[in-house]
């Protein structure tokens, strides 16, 4: 198959480094973190998580190449090539977690992943955020140190086929604001119909009264006791990851049983809030009392000093 390359091109500008330089270990740590970007980006659309344990992938090293070719001046430009998905990835079996994404995949290569995910940070109004999950954000959040102060700003862009990105220092307390907004992972109990994916010894699907989740098995040994419950309703125990909604995302499976008429009761798929979430719905469903607007036209009356008090202390 003819290599079909696309280019892009990262800016620096304001920089004080010379136009058309940059120093060697800045180049280096921004290769570094848009390559983690973009990988983890890849694996959350064909895993569901974005740091996979284990051993890398080969054809998912290969796909995910990005070249440097150039440096030019008009401020600091890197000039950078990479391939779609449909070329690095094709003939290869792709075990999508989420089905539906493997045809947009093939569009995109691992420079558009790494735009995408901030563009998806960046998003107000969505609230699923379905291609980030929270060590995903950390790696987002740990381009901020690229920048030397606030007046500096990447600019990715490739003639408008991805929609072009600019990236400021200050632009990562909003991400840090994302982060913050993802509830803990909890231990939490499913109870569901075992249905096991195609073409995958590590995922599964497990069906619930309130719709699917899922399940990544953590341990291999897990996998033959999978098999033996396709099709049956079984509990799971395991390690839930909440979406900034605090709905369930996914849940890391620990442990696996065939499931007994009393747990129905897990059909109910759990929901999770950060303690601010917590304290914001506590203080938006109760009203506060104004204590001055409690006592006003009531007092000077004719109180005694320790009926005050006790008005006071009523409040």
Request: aromatic fraction near 8%; charged fraction near 30%.
């Amino acid at each position: 198959m003819k290599k079909e390359i696309i280019p892009y091109d990262i800016k620096l500008n304001n920089s004080d480094q010379p136009n058309g330089t940059i120093d060697l270990n800045r180049l280096s740590f921004l290769a570094e973190k848009i390559s983690k970007i973009a990988k983890g980006a890849l694996q959350i659309r064909i895993g569901g998580i974005s740091h996979k344990k284990g051993k890398d992938v080969k054809h998912l090293e290969k796909a995910l190449q990005i070249r440097l070719t150039g440096i030019k001046e008009g401020s600091t430009i890197l000039n950078c090539e990479t391939q779609s998905f449909e070329r690095t990835l094709s003939g290869i079996q792709i075990d999508a977690f989420r089905p539906n994404v493997t045809k947009e995949l093939f569009k995109q290569t691992p420079m558009s992943l790494f735009m995408l995910a901030f563009t998806e940070a960046f998003d107000d109004k969505d609230e699923e955020k379905p291609f980030l999950d929270k060590p995903l954000i950390k790696d987002l959040i740990d381009l901020k140190s690229f920048f030397k102060d606030d007046k500096e700003e990447l600019i990715i862009s490739n003639n408008n086929v991805t929609p072009t990105i600019t990236l400021k220092k200050k632009d990562f307390n909003r991400i840090k604001q994302l982060e913050e907004s993802y509830p803990e992972p909890q231990n939490i109990v499913v109870n569901g119909k075992i249905d096991v994916l195609q073409h995958s010894k590590s995922k599964v699907t497990i069906n619930t009264e309130q719709g699917a989740i899922n399940g990544i098995l953590i341990d291999a040994s897990l996998n033959s006791e999978i098999k033996q419950l396709w099709g049956t309703d079984a509990t799971v125990y395991g390690k839930g990851h909440f979406k900034p909604n605090g709905r369930l995302n996914y849940i890391e499976i620990e442990r696996i049983y065939q499931a007994i008429p009393e747990d129905k009761y897990f059909s109910k798929l759990p929901f999770a809030e950060t303690v601010e979430q917590q304290i914001q719905k506590q203080i938006a469903g109760k009203p506060i009392k104004n204590w001055v607007n409690e006592i006003f036209g009531m007092w000077p009356g004719d109180e005694t000093d320790e009926e005050f008090d006790k008005l006071l202390n009523d409040l």
